[in-house]
């Protein structure tokens, strides 16, 4: 296509004023909002502050390296050359000090766990395949040595993973078990003779499956399998095993395949790999969490079997956190191109005659696309909560069980919710603009494809959203410790059950919002923010409870009838799962509205607060009806407040996805590069002149007239 | 990957006793289940031959052709070689007689509209890219020179298109104008001199876009321009235009220019066309109906501009007809798929403590897939509708303009709601087999990718919705003509309305849903047939009624006040049409039970048709609560209808996927070949193996016991 892919300019940029005061530039295409909009505007540079958080300068550091062309996905380029291409970007990334920042300084790293995240998940800008690659080696290939490994593990290996010398893959999914890592069926049998382990893939179904680097490039992988000592089974441990030679052979005992073509995320090398009783020197065991000594005889800090896997398993917490950020990330870019485009783009007469109705002054393109951004703003803000906990533990700042425990719940609470809403918003976007989003070029339908298999990967979204339900319902029986069964029965069927949880466990974030301020604008209808932290908080109480109750009988049960009784309630587990991300959400959303001084800034993201929350609200009221806790009349007005909160942020949406920050380098879709407000404008141009020229044909309908 | 990609057996056929009795295989891999189901089963071979419907031997006439490996799709294939591959799987489809079904016999045709359509969208199991280019070049291109043109046109240009000697565009869509094409910009205006057409793209914007054909192999293009003759614009005509020379090169003042890599149907070369001042002869006006004669005064049989131009996009309507075919059937495969996978698949430990469950056997799992199975009932049962609805009307059995507009409307409604759905379903069932889903052999991901485009091509879903709301609120105006104002106001707010307009307009189907039979078992919780019928009808009556009255003022406005009404409400009035969708399908499917001879049969596809109406009702439940429709009880117990249903149709998931009737090679997703159950046992047997010598090393908790 001859549309420019970048464009000359900075859109974002243009709009701050050198002092960076208030914006001053128009608004949109349509003259007649900039009037409207006039007051109050955001600070659109102090928003990108805000949204990039904590870790604003190394994300901006990331978002200024990957400008270089030599980042960038290619679209339609064959599978192998991709491979490649996404290999070499390794490379430059190691050359950029991109691979080190999250490993000790001792070798060469930075310490600085929060930045390595926040960096890292900019990549998916650039092509969601390095970003992915890059995972796989520095964060799980290169995370399991380093947290999993102890300081001969880390002397060894850590240089030369961090400098791409040693790619490595990340042994732990099989054909035959996923989620289920405790069931795995590798195991790892000591043969205290040789000192040496021996790998061995049983059965079929144990093959290592989905591994990044074990297709092509990867020259060992960090392997998970069942350790067997002296005839005891001590569970799942890892081990470092070489799998390919300098060449890129298999090594004796070890076959790799490929998995060939992929949804998206082709420029990764996924693959399986076999054991057929490869040995390994005793000291391959990475022996943080358990130790086998020379005559067979195993060890550990932690003697419990469950606690100590859920210890190596929870040191490998990052993927989720960074996949959070990354989902996040790549809904906003699809969402700055549909609602970049969406205020250029013209379909359909106004009624007036001579001009044709821009996208997004449609009452359904606003339906469509404003909720999602209000969404996303809620991501972002949730995110950086989630990696201060990450960083706060993994520095050693606040490295207790319980923030270790926290950290986990929450990265499966969030997770699954921005992966699927990444899914949900990139295709919303795509429709949003018919045939054009179609196209490549335009970037909706490469990000979906390669975003598609986050839903499923580092925790099927279901699965981890249950473990966050399970967690909800063992901080709700804390809450009735030593109290007799009847006072708990009697609290979870009442209201009173409510109070009690309210604020407990991982709600923790919810004590912050206690102050709504004078935002006076949030008062409607009887649907502010406090109302709207009630219902939704609320919400997830009664769910819980009720789970509870419903559960209760299972400790009476055989383990199978438990199993069924637990089985029938699954689904409701999920729903309050998610209800309880969907809080956390809200919560942390409204703690960075409250921290805005601008009161442009605070009016307009309190509007685009109450639209995320009121979104959520309409999304359950069939719950809320039911429930009681709102009634019809409430009810209806959800939708109607919603409809009006569209219209009042409609003005506001080209400054917030402005907020995104992102430069045309980082968008490169020509349908938000302003050529499609140079053919709207050519085209009226055309119209114009061809009337003033007393040349243009009549219209058939004129001619009847006569 | 080393499984098998075809099935060695049909498992469907493996179901049927030779003599087309009752089937008598086990049920799913869990012995358990095949008692419990041995009563009532579907007769899996008869429900096949219903859900393949009227036109069944030509689906299974194009299914058996597309056995051939040449059809099949080769993912990860570079574009260039993937448009080749299309191209001569056109020319294959050439030669097995499968391009002319809808031409008239005196040109080699067949002249039978309704077995094209069938025909034509089973080859969406084949390869999408080659069910989109074959529906191009016979369906757009060949559609609008024969339905649009006169005899000198098909004397000319319709043997050669039929057999693929000449490839063409449909050139109707612009870069600025996709759903307005009453606005588009390209001209066609006649020079009496020279008796010519000069066909021109006067701006940017105006360059016919995403077309078909026209990257690459188009040799000709039928395109859509306004008609300009005497200084007078008769709107828009289609002309036949040639556009490259038999080398490929475009002709003189043609610019082509390729779309690139796409989204998906990337073995399609979309493209570009510009017209610079292009002179055609007076005769290649397709001027079936409107003609300019020689000395260029314009006549048409349609006076009414607008009709006429309504009439000429209408008879191209089947595009949304064979959409809709061809999303159901799409979306079939996907579940037959997942489903077969849920069936085999095992993870996690039951609570028995020696077998992992069946994926199947979650609660989630079944209320994630089957209720879209119920789904995809109704849409083979409401498209089997729609289809001899086309066949009526374009073998002039019906040729009505009452029968075209409800064909029409038909479509719009159905269209949208079965291509969205396609894509939900098949995203949910790549998700529910995890990594395996995002393989590409394992067909989700390329459908997906490959019929994104169907919910914003041939009619943007939400443009087709809006249509067929705008037809409701009329046949709702004709209810009451000649009433007053005041009746009308009346009866709009009242609950009369609903009685008024019930069976009316598109609705007529309905008429047939009059005897419920003695299907007792449907009697549940209040909820059974009839109800549901009056659920779903009456929503879509107040929805249209509470329209009207909201819309009633916008006679006395301004256009462009009465434009910005109608935007207010434009999200509703989608919602309404999107309700009225899921009433005929669910009509449709009800009729289809109510056919049903086999009592087994008739019971199962009774509580599917339960699950489906059900799903809609809880869909949809904050809307029956609000308006008083439902109590929070009986709301409430819909959902635990549900799951029930879920829990009644689980061991008949395999026969009602089974009953789609796709043979091995229409499958060809690994995880579906059996490869998966072979693996479990494999892994069942090496425990049990291990159990057994004594030699399984014991669990470390158990060490701890003693």
């Not at 000790?104 to 900019?122: H, I, R, S, T, V």
């Not at 207790?400 to 921005?418: F, H, M, N, Q, Y």
Request: hydrophobic residues 40%.
């Amino acid at each position: 296509m001859t549309d420019a892919a970048v464009r000359p300019k900075k859109p974002a940029t243009s709009r701050r004023t050198p002092a960076g005061g208030a914006p001053t530039a128009p608004h949109s295409a349509d003259e007649a909002r900039a009037a409207e909009a006039s007051e109050p505007r955001i600070d659109v540079a102090a928003v990108t502050d805000m949204l990039l958080g904590t870790w604003a300068s190394t994300r901006r550091e990331a978002r200024e390296m990957i400008k270089d062309p030599a980042f960038w996905r290619v679209d339609g380029m064959p599978v192998p050359e991709h491979r490649e291409r996404v290999l070499s970007q390794l490379h430059l990334l190691v050359q950029h000090g991109g691979s080190r920042r999250a490993f000790p300084k001792e070798y060469g790293g930075l310490g600085d766990n929060g930045a390595n995240l926040a960096g890292f998940q900019e990549l998916v800008l650039a092509d969601p395949s390095l970003q992915i690659k890059s995972g796989v080696q520095w964060g799980l290939f290169g995370s399991a040595i380093y947290q999993l490994g102890t300081k001969k593990h880390h002397d060894r290996w850590l240089e030369q993973l961090i400098d791409l010398r040693l790619p490595g893959a990340f042994a732990m999914t099989e054909i035959g078990h996923g989620s289920d890592v405790a069931a795995i069926g590798t195991t790892a049998t000591y043969d205290a003779e040789a000192e040496e382990f021996v790998i061995h893939t049983p059965f079929r179904g144990a093959t290592k499956e989905f591994l990044g680097n074990a297709g092509l490039h990867g020259k060992a992988a960090t392997v998970f399998a069942q350790l067997i000592t002296g005839g005891v089974n001590y569970g799942v441990h890892c081990f470092f095993v070489p799998i390919r030679d300098e060449e890129g052979n298999d090594l004796p005992g070890i076959t790799t395949e490929d998995d060939g073509v992929k949804g998206g995320l082709n420029g990764i090398d996924n693959g399986r790999i076999a054991f057929d009783h490869v040995r390994i020197p005793r000291e391959n065991l990475l022996d943080r969490y358990g130790e086998v000594a020379a005559d067979g005889s195993y060890s550990s800090d932690i003697p419990s079997p469950g606690r100590r896997f859920f210890t190596m398993l929870g040191a490998l917490v990052q993927g989720r956190v960074s996949l959070d950020g990354a989902a996040t990330t790549g809904t906003a870019l699809a969402e700055y191109i549909a609602i970049t485009y969406a205020n250029q783009r013209r379909q359909f007469d106004s009624g007036s005659g001579t001009d044709e109705v821009v996208l997004l002054d449609y009452g359904k393109h606003q339906r469509r696309l404003l909720p999602r951004v209000a969404q996303t703003y809620a991501q972002f803000f949730a995110h950086d909560e989630l990696l201060k906990k990450f960083d706060g533990v993994f520095s050693g700042a606040s490295d207790t069980p319980e923030e270790r425990e926290d950290l986990e719940t929450l990265a499966a609470a969030l997770k699954p919710l921005s992966t699927w809403n990444a899914l949900s918003t990139i295709q919303e976007c795509r429709e949003a603009c018919g045939g054009a989003g179609f196209i490549a070029e335009n970037r909706f339908v490469g990000l979906h494809q390669d975003l598609d298999v986050y839903v499923t990967f580092e925790g099927d979204n279901n699965v981890l959203l249950q473990l966050v339900g399970k967690r909800l319902l063992s901080d709700y029986a804390k809450q009735f410790k030593g109290k007799d069964a009847a006072a708990l029965a009697k609290f979870a069927v009442g209201q009173t059950a409510g109070k009690l949880f309210h604020g407990a466990g991982l709600r923790r974030l919810g004590q912050a919002v206690t102050d709504f301020g004078s935002t006076a604008r949030s008062v409607e209808l009887g649907l502010r923010a406090d109302q709207q932290h009630d219902l939704l908080a609320g919400r997830v109480q009664r769910m819980v409870a009720d789970l509870a109750a419903a559960l209760r009988p299972a400790g009476k049960l055989s383990p199978a009838e438990a199993a069924a009784l637990f089985n029938a309630h699954q689904a409701e587990l999920i729903e309050a799962a998610r209800a309880h991300g969907e809080l956390l959400q809200w919560e942390a959303f409204t703690d960075g509205v409250n921290h805005v001084q601008d009161a442009g800034t605070k009016e307009v993201l309190t509007w685009l607060r109450d639209l995320f929350g009121l979104s959520i609200i309409e999304r359950h009221l069939a719950w809320y009806l039911i429930s009681g806790r709102l009634s019809a009349q409430r009810a209806a007005s959800v939708s109607r407040y919603i409809d009006r909160l569209c219209v009042r942020v409609r003005p506001h949406a080209q400054d917030l996805v402005d907020a995104f920050g992102f430069e045309p380098e980082h968008v490169r879709a020509p349908i938000a590069s302003g050529a499609e407000k140079v053919r709207q404008d050519d085209a009226r141009a055309h119209y114009a002149a061809l009337n003033a020229s007393g040349e243009a044909p009549v219209s058939e309908k004129s001619l009847r007239k006569k």
